[in-house]
């Protein structure tokens, strides 16, 4: 069977929720037994998040290929468990820059190197990509940015050219909003009206309308949408706000996207959505005995979409352990020895989120130092764990000065020093230690012990490293190393066997997580916050 193609696009206003509609498309298709991918299209010029400050853009998600992409395809790993690459995320960067390419390598054999068709041609062959290797029935595209901005527009063009040359082998869902004024007490279809009349000027018919509203659609309304925009009155369907994003597919079940889309894409039904075992946890999520607070200590706490996964990881683990996850967010730079205690002592766990840069990093390792000393449950990720080690330099080792080479460059004791393969690294976008490596765990370990096995894989996203020339004296004092990389011998996860539960990994353990199978590293800290 040939692959057939769905495009969700959006319009009005965005930060709809087109990822989590692709998302639920995708989980629903896929219990059908449907094969599922899903793509985002992101219209900025940058190649990649990469080089993002996260306040522009929120968290950066690393794929198991090493390619940094939108937080969107944590929503398609997360829902559907399938691992997303390269190829699930494309940018107008990308695009550009790959036409541009082929333009000096004489590719085009001295034609005008236009929008149309050259750039488009490009835009379409990325989307044909995950479908034309025959593993996939259905591949879903995202196209980010809201219908009528200008960067969106060569998208939409492809899109349009796109489902001319498929004929019937592509669906385009489009997502509005509904809003509802207070004052006259109604609810709006004129904003939806006009943005698929944008759509209709570009060429693009909608087939199916999705409106995210506050309150119930009565059938009248949908008739009303469905007459003005050429839709089918059953293929106007509502989103409703719920209290969880892991809602949403069973909300599109009921309104039955899955069987408007496979009827329109000439697929059959079936069985039924086999949906066991996310309502099962979806009980847990709203069914839990206990719970538990979580200090989140980072610099970005103000976007909590800069620590997404972490916060979707939380999610997970505390379905797991029948309990409620309740994150204190901890802004670092507000945090000090004066108000630790005061700010710290009413938490069950610390959490020492990633980053790069100096700043916020007192407080980092003031939050560090308190969990050490009062024996709370902690878990430091990428640079939270190599805070960590510069905490115990200091105060345990008392090597006093001991930092990472990323913060001060002639430390006496670099603890936390440059990678060997990143001193000739120049430019920054791309460049670190990306994606999905082996490490080998120490029996008898906390790490061993949640994942209970020997050898794992897991995704990184960094530079620095710890200085394996201070491992033996680390030992020695009480932090060991329970995680190595079988390859190069870097330290991937240090702990303090005599603390409560101290845990500090080099890798990103939330990119991993998902409904079905939450990460263990998060369930095992979690279960020993409610211990």
């Known amino acids: 069977?040939?692959?057939?193609?769905?495009?969700?696009?959006?319009?009005?206003?965005?930060?709809?929720?087109?990822?989590?509609?692709?998302?639920?498309?995708?989980?629903?298709?896929?219990?059908?037994?449907?094969?599922?991918?899903?793509?985002?299209?992101?219209?900025?010029?940058?190649?990649?998040?990469?080089?993002?400050?996260?306040?522009?853009?929120?968290?950066?998600?690393?794929?198991?290929?090493?390619?940094?992409?939108?937080?969107?395809?944590?929503?398609?790993?997360?829902?559907?468990?399938?691992?997303?690459?390269q190829a699930n995320n494309i940018t107008t960067g990308r695009i550009y820059q790959d036409v541009i390419s082929k333009e000096r390598r004489g590719d085009y054999l001295g034609k005008t190197v236009q929008i149309v068709p050259h750039i488009t041609d490009e835009i379409k062959r990325n989307i044909k990509l995950l479908g034309s290797k025959g593993e996939y029935d259905v591949v879903i595209t995202e196209i980010g940015g809201t219908v009528g901005d200008i960067e969106s527009l060569p998208f939409i063009e492809a899109v349009r050219?796109?489902?001319?040359?498929?004929?019937?082998?592509?669906?385009?869902?489009?997502?509005?909003?509904?809003?509802?004024?207070?004052?006259?007490?109604?609810?709006?279809?004129?904003?939806?009206?006009?943005?698929?009349?944008?759509?209709?000027?570009?060429?693009?018919?909608?087939?199916?309308?999705?409106?995210?509203?506050?309150?119930?659609?009565n059938a009248e309304l949908r008739r009303k949408v469905a007459l003005f925009c050429n839709v089918a009155p059953k293929a106007v369907i509502q989103s409703i706000d719920v209290s969880t994003i892991y809602e949403v597919p069973i909300k599109m079940r009921e309104e039955k996207l899955d069987e408007i889309v496979l009827e329109q894409l000439g697929l059959p039904l079936?069985?039924?959505?086999?949906?066991?075992?996310?309502?099962?946890?979806?009980?847990?999520?709203?069914?839990?005995?206990?719970?538990?607070r979580i200090g989140l200590v980072g610099k970005y706490v103000e976007l909590h979409d800069a620590y997404k996964s972490i916060v979707e990881s939380f999610i997970h683990a505390g379905a797991v352990n029948d309990c409620k996850v309740n994150i204190e967010w901890i802004h670092s730079e507000e945090l000090n020895a004066e108000n630790a205690q005061s700010r710290l002592k009413d938490l069950h766990g610390i959490l020492v989120a990633p980053g790069f840069g100096h700043r916020g990093i007192a407080g980092k390792l003031v939050a560090i130092e308190y969990a050490r000393t009062n024996n709370i449950p902690f878990l430091g990720i990428c640079l939270g764990m190599q805070m960590a080690v510069i905490e115990f330099a200091?105060?345990?080792?008392?090597?006093?000065?001991?930092?990472?080479?990323?913060?001060?460059?002639?430390?006496?004791?670099?603890?936390?020093?440059l990678m060997e393969s990143q001193h000739d690294v120049t430019e920054k976008g791309g460049t670190m230690r990306l994606g999905a490596y082996k490490c080998e765990l120490k029996e008898g370990s906390r790490a061993f012990e949640a994942y209970g096995k020997k050898e794992i894989m897991e995704r990184h996203r960094h530079r620095y490293e710890f200085n394996s020339k201070y491992?033996?004296?680390?030992?020695?004092?009480?932090?060991?190393?329970?995680?190595?990389?079988?390859?190069s011998g870097l330290t991937e996860i240090v702990e303090i066997p005599a603390h409560k539960w101290f845990v500090g990994v080099q890798f990103h353990p939330e990119y991993k997580s998902t409904v079905i199978k939450p990460h263990p590293l998060f369930v095992a800290f979690i279960k020993a916050c409610l211990s």
């Open 1 to 85: 069977m040939s692959t057939k193609y769905v495009f969700v696009t959006g319009g009005v206003a965005s930060s709809l929720g087109k990822g989590i509609i692709a998302s639920s498309l995708a989980k629903l298709l896929q219990a059908r037994g449907y094969k599922v991918a899903n793509q985002k299209l992101d219209p900025y010029i940058n190649i990649d998040p990469g080089t993002l400050n996260p306040y522009e853009h929120g968290e950066c998600y690393v794929t198991d290929d090493g390619a940094e992409t939108d937080l969107d395809l944590g929503h398609y790993e997360r829902f559907t468990g399938c691992p997303t690459s």
């Open 161 to 217: 050219q796109l489902r001319w040359e498929l004929g019937e082998k592509s669906v385009l869902i489009h997502l509005t909003l509904v809003p509802f004024l207070n004052a006259s007490g109604e609810l709006k279809t004129k904003p939806t009206q006009h943005s698929v009349k944008a759509l209709l000027e570009i060429g693009v018919q909608p087939d199916v309308l999705v409106l995210r509203t506050e309150h119930d659609l």
């Open 270 to 292: 079936n069985s039924e959505p086999d949906l066991e075992k996310w309502k099962k946890f979806l009980y847990k999520l709203k069914n839990y005995s206990k719970e538990v």
């Open 394 to 417: 200091r105060n345990v080792l008392k090597m006093e000065g001991a930092d990472s080479t990323e913060m001060a460059a002639k430390t006496k004791y670099p603890v936390i020093d």
């Open 471 to 487: 491992r033996e004296q680390f030992e020695k004092a009480g932090m060991v190393t329970t995680g190595i990389n079988p390859e």
